[in-house]
Each structure stands twice: as C-alpha cells, then as structure tokens.
C-alpha cells in the first residue's frame, strides 16, 4: 500500500522567509507522480506543482520547487519569499497506478497548516 | 475556461434522507473520482470512474454509491445519509496521462444532521 507522511501538522514562519514543507512517501511502484496541492480557507484545492518519478530535474514553478530526493523517498515543497497570501493547508499526494490508488486517483498526506506571519 | 462543477456547494440534511451531488467536467477527461476531507486525516478517494459505465471502489466507499452514464458527469449519490458522513466533498478529474494534473471541483460541504 502506498502512503504519504507529512509531519508538520502547523508551521509558523516570517513574512519573507523560504519556507520548507516535509513530505516522505512509501511505494513500491516505479513509476509515480508527486504533487502538492495548497487549500486556503476558503476550501478549493490549488495545484501547485508536480514531480513524475523519472524526472532528472527537481520541479519548479515560479516560488515554488520541489526538493526531490528518491532515494530517501522525499518529496519537499520549498517557498521562497513566504508571502502572507500562502497561509494555507498544503497537502503532499502520490498517484501511483499500478499500485492501487484508484486508478489515477491520488493518495494524500494529512497536511500541514501553513501560517505567515507579517 | 476548464473546470469542474459541483453541486450544491452546501448542504444540511436529515438522517436517512437520499441526496445526490452532482458532479461535471468540461474537459474531456476520462478519469474522474470523489474524495472526501476530514479534519486530520487528509482527502480520502471514495470511489473512481476511468470510464464510462466504468466505476470502482476506493478507500472508503461504504455508505456510498456512483454513477458514469456521460463521460462529463459522475455524481455521488448517498442513499441513506449518517452523521459520520457529515463531510467535505471534492470531486476531481484528470486525463490519466502520467503527469496529468487532478483537477479538483470546489468542493460541497454536507452536514447530516
């Protein structure tokens, strides 16, 4: 079975600071995507970015880069220059399809509830 | 604009009685699926369609039922609501073609009473 580990459940970081978000996988498919996706409290669900398991460069879209170290199973969401419109929920999940997942379907961490502080 | 739609965005109801949220996708995606989000425990896949008339279970389908007659829609159907589905809905599609982003409705927050 596939799972996902987010073990920050809050985060309190200044306004400005880059921002790390730990998220470690486990799966014993070859083949997989790694995304996070951002909630803010008004509840939609924001791609943010994706990393595919035989990707040789880490992911990156505009603030927002992936840290992605196979071998550890790790998959970090770095922010550079925090700005307060990121204070959100952000969740790491994996698609895994030959795996189970559901057919494209998406596991999902718990999250972690980022904060931004001016 | 690609999208996906729910509805209703909000709903109270009353134990045990049937309700439906629908669900439709403008973009052609053959995969489709429901999820739901509780406090500490992430999204949670209820059921997947890869096609249509095509359906399967995910991790927590009980209490839950599905229908793909058009590829644009897979709606949810909760035959007799509990409490313990009391629950933030998302419904999501995706093209299935390795890095395809989900694309994720906005969401429907029921409260079975």
């Known amino acids: 079975a596939q799972k996902i580990t987010q073990t920050q459940p809050g985060m309190f970081v200044q306004e400005k600071e880059a921002v790390t978000l730990d998220c470690t996988y486990d799966t014993s498919d070859p083949s997989y995507g790694l995304f996070w996706y951002k909630q803010p409290s008004s509840g939609e669900m924001i791609f943010l970015i994706y990393q595919g398991s035989y990707d040789q460069q880490n992911a990156t879209e505009g603030r927002y880069s992936l840290n992605f170290q196979k071998a550890r199973k790790s998959a970090n969401l770095v922010i550079s220059a925090s700005q307060l419109g990121d204070s959100a929920m952000y969740f790491c999940a994996m698609r895994a399809p030959y795996s189970g997942g559901g057919a494209d379907g998406l596991t999902f961490g718990k999250g972690t509830h980022l904060i931004i502080q001016p | 604009e690609a999208q996906v739609t729910q509805n209703p965005r909000y709903l109270i109801t009353v134990t045990g009685k049937k309700l439906t949220v629908t669900c439709s996708q403008n973009?052609?995606?053959?995969?489709m699926s429901w999820y739901r989000q509780d406090p500490g425990l992430g999204l949670r896949q209820i059921y997947y369609?890869?096609?249509?008339?095509?359906?399967d279970k995910g991790d927590v389908p009980e209490g839950y039922k599905v229908s793909r007659k058009e590829k644009r829609n897979f709606p949810l159907i909760l035959e007799s609501p509990s409490p313990n589905q009391t629950s933030l809905y998302f419904c999501a599609s995706s093209s299935g073609t390795g890095g395809g982003e989900q694309f994720f409705g906005p969401g429907t927050r029921l409260t079975v009473l």
């Open positions: 369609s890869m096609n249509v008339e095509v359906t």
């Open positions: 973009m052609n995606h053959e995969y």
